[in-house]
């Protein structure tokens, strides 16, 4: 739900920000109305359809069907050379903590025999959007927060916007051909695929498009498949907009529950998750530090050494002391304290040349912390 041109500012990240403002309605009948910024409500008590109005002020309404929804209001504007104004979206999985009912995910991509997927989009004329259809995956069951990877595809896209990124070539996946762009907002990686003309309606295999980013490298079969969405990101107009369809079907293997992460060595009472995807010369972390003790932390610095050859361009929820070599995280004035059970998370991109590894440890204020 990120997209096109646009700087640090990225929809999830927004999204984050304002994820206290969330509103969840009840299960919807044929026309509920949403116009809460971050209104949800539940279809076929299987998907969550969301409002995810993140980037305007202004007023967004959608309308929700028992198959999805239409964009009756949207008085936004966005900039074309950066974000758009929302992602409103029909989705199975979990966003931002907001779990859909009964679903299969988080999923490792090795315990998935099939996944297939239909979903019906109706256009207008004029306006500048786009229509995208959102996968995500974290090395991580990862149930709230930023994926680490996004796979857009997008259907349908009308004015000047563009996925992130920049081209890198053509592939032909379900017997069609894409344009694929690859690049990061900051906050998570992305491979875009980009259709050539307007596709109205299709029913595809979504782990077709999940091989072909784990062959480019970005990810692997050990990640977890954490979200699939379809909807629309509107800069200029949007109303009339409709997903009209949309389903997902799981076929052979998956449901298996993850197995728990090792406990933490004798004496620690900390364990640090570190999230990364890494691409030629660039790579995203994020980090989530959990207390495993039975007093909450106030006020918190992690240390960590980056493996030879990676530097640090910028990072977010955290002040980094260093660039490369023996770095030093420290909390921020909202996310100081680590109740007990509790965790905090951040994160950072930067450059790398050869291979790419992780850290070997962790110190919480100058404690070992375990890896998870």
Known sequence: MKRALRAAAAAVVLAAASVTALVVADPASADTQICEPFGTTTVQNRYVVMNNRWGSSAEQCINVT??????????????????????????????????????????????????????????????????????????????????????????????????????????????????????????????????PSPINSWTFSVLDFINDVRNRGAITNSWYLTSVQAGFEPWIGGVGLAVEDFSLTFGGGGGTTPPPPPPPPAGTSCRVTYATDSWSDGFVANVTVANTGSTAINGWTLGFTLPSGQTVTNSWNATLSGTSGALTARNVSWNGTIPAGGSVSFGFQGTHRGGFTAPSAFTLNNGACARA
Do not use: K
Request: glycine residues 14%; aromatic residues 10%; contains cysteine.
């Open 66 to 195: 028992d198959r999805g929804f239409t964009i009756t209001s949207q008085q936004g504007v966005g900039n074309t050379s950066g974000a758009p104004v929302s992602y409103p979206a029909i989705y199975d999985g979990c966003h931002y903590a907001n779990c859909s009912p009964g679903t299969r995910m988080p999923i490792r991509v090795s315990d998935i025999g099939s996944l297939t997927s239909t979903v019906s989009y109706r256009y207008v004329s004029g306006g500048t959007y786009d229509a995208a259809y959102d996968i995500w995956l974290d090395p991580t069951p990862r149930t709230n927060g930023v994926s680490a990877m996004e796979i857009m595809i997008w259907f349908n896209r009308q004015g000047s916007i563009q996925p992130i990124g920049s081209p890198v070539g053509n592939v032909t996946i379900g017997g069609r051909t894409w344009q694929v762009w690859q690049g990061s907002n900051g906050s998570n990686n992305v491979i875009s695929y980009v259709a």
